[in-house]
Every structure is written in structure tokens, then in C-alpha cells.
């Protein structure tokens, strides 16, 4: 049943303002998925924080228009599903990759980040990616190191010197 003018506008409305907050996007063909598997797909994406939505290409293109995706405007070709990552940027493509594993029927066409639009076979670069939480450990690691080194430095010196002392007395011991 074809969608009237009315939903049409408001779903154009609906895809353009996620994308004006989405980290990254994945335009991927879903040709041959069943329902079931298209179901379970959708409840993994709302899962991980992704919005995951069927929209024919003349209208992803509108809604696409101002947006950081707008570099992906000519290559919606074909049956396309897009999933844009909300919280961080691999996110979508994490999600897009691991179903893929499963069903080889879900390819990615398309991976978009940082208003630059990349081939499918980028997809594992950008699910590579740390989380928000991931990215904030591997900081707070770089940052505690030099500290660590230095207060190891700083007791070096007199638990030398407790070894030491220890050796000398070991060996008058055994004399």
C-alpha cells in the first residue's frame, strides 16, 4: 500500500532529524531477508543504539539533503536500509556487521562518517572503532601512566636499598 503525501513528509521529517544527529550511517542491502530475520535485525539495532529504517531511495534522498550524509545522496541504489549510529560512531556498523556474520544476505553498500562517503568494504574499519566508554579508558590509561612511572621511580630507590640490606643480611647468615 503506497504511503500518502502526508506520511511521506512526515517520515522525510522523521529521517532527516536523526541523521542531523547521527555519528555515522550504513546503507546496506537487505535483498532476500525474511521478516523474522528483518525483525530480529531491528531488535538488535534498538538494542545498540541504532535507528534502523526501510525508506525508498527518492525519499532517503530528501531526507538526507543538509545533512553529513548527503555525500551518500547518489549511491542509494537498489533496496536499501539505512542505520544510523546515535551514540557513537561505529555503532551502526557494529551492529551491520556482526547480523552480516549471520546472514550473508546483508551486505553493506555504503558507510558514512564525518560528511565522507566510503565504499561497503569500510565497514569493518568503522566497526573497529571504540565505544564512548572504550574511548574514555584507553584516555584515562595515557593519562595515568607518566604518573605511575614517576611514583615507581620515586620508591625505586629505597626498596633497592631495603633489597639490599636484605642480601647482607642473608649473607652474614649463611657465613
Same mark, same amino acid.
Given at each position: 500500500?503506497?504511503?500518502?503525501? $502526508?506520511?511521506?513528509?512526515?517520515?522525510?521529517?522523521?529521517?532527516?532529524?536523526?541523521?542531523?544527529?547521527?555519528?555515522?550511517?550504513?546503507?546496506?542491502?537487505?535483498?532476500?531477508? /525474511?521478516?523474522?530475520?528483518? +525483525?530480529?535485525?531491528?531488535?538488535?539495532?534498538?538494542?545498540?543504539?541504532?535507528?534502523?529504517?526501510?525508506?525508498? +531511495?527518492?525519499?532517503?534522498?530528501?531526507?538526507?539533503?543538509? /545533512?553529513?550524509?548527503?555525500?551518500?545522496r547518489d549511491s542509494?541504489?537498489?533496496?536499501?536500509?539505512?542505520?544510523?549510529?546515535?551514540?557513537?560512531?561505529?555503532?551502526?556498523?557494529?551492529?551491520?556487521?556482526?547480523?552480516?556474520?549471520?546472514?550473508?544476505?546483508?551486505?553493506?553498500? !555504503?558507510?558514512?562518517?564525518?560528511? $565522507?562517503?566510503?565504499?561497503?568494504?569500510?565497514?569493518?574499519?568503522?566497526?573497529?572503532?571504540?565505544?564512548?566508554?572504550?574511548? !574514555?579508558?584507553?584516555?584515562?590509561?595515557?593519562?595515568?601512566?607518566? !604518573?605511575?612511572?614517576?611514583?615507581? /621511580?620515586? +620508591?625505586?630507590?629505597?626498596?633497592?636499598?631495603?633489597?639490599?640490606?636484605?642480601?647482607?643480611?642473608?649473607?652474614?647468615?649463611?657465613?
Open positions: 500500500m503506497p504511503l500518502s503525501f $502526508e506520511k511521506k513528509q512526515a517520515l522525510v521529517a522523521e529521517v532527516s532529524e536523526v541523521a542531523r544527529q547521527a555519528h555515522s550511517a550504513v546503507a546496506a542491502e537487505y535483498r532476500g531477508l /525474511t521478516v523474522a530475520e528483518m +525483525n530480529e535485525l531491528r531488535a538488535k539495532a534498538r538494542e545498540s543504539g541504532v535507528y534502523l529504517r526501510v525508506v525508498k +531511495n527518492n525519499l532517503a534522498k530528501r531526507a538526507l539533503e543538509g /545533512t553529513d550524509f548527503e555525500c551518500m542509494l541504489v537498489g533496496p536499501l536500509l539505512l542505520a544510523f549510529s546515535q551514540e557513537d560512531p561505529g555503532s551502526a556498523a557494529r551492529v551491520v556487521k556482526n547480523f552480516g556474520k549471520e546472514h550473508k544476505l546483508l551486505e553493506a553498500k !555504503i558507510v558514512a562518517v564525518g560528511g $565522507e562517503a566510503l565504499p561497503g568494504s569500510e565497514l569493518d574499519r568503522l566497526a573497529s572503532l571504540p565505544t564512548r566508554d572504550e574511548a !574514555i579508558a584507553q584516555l584515562m590509561s595515557v593519562m595515568k601512566a607518566p !604518573i605511575e612511572k614517576f611514583v615507581r /621511580t620515586l +620508591n625505586e630507590p629505597h626498596a633497592k636499598l631495603v633489597r639490599t640490606i636484605a642480601a647482607v643480611k642473608d649473607q652474614k647468615e649463611a657465613a
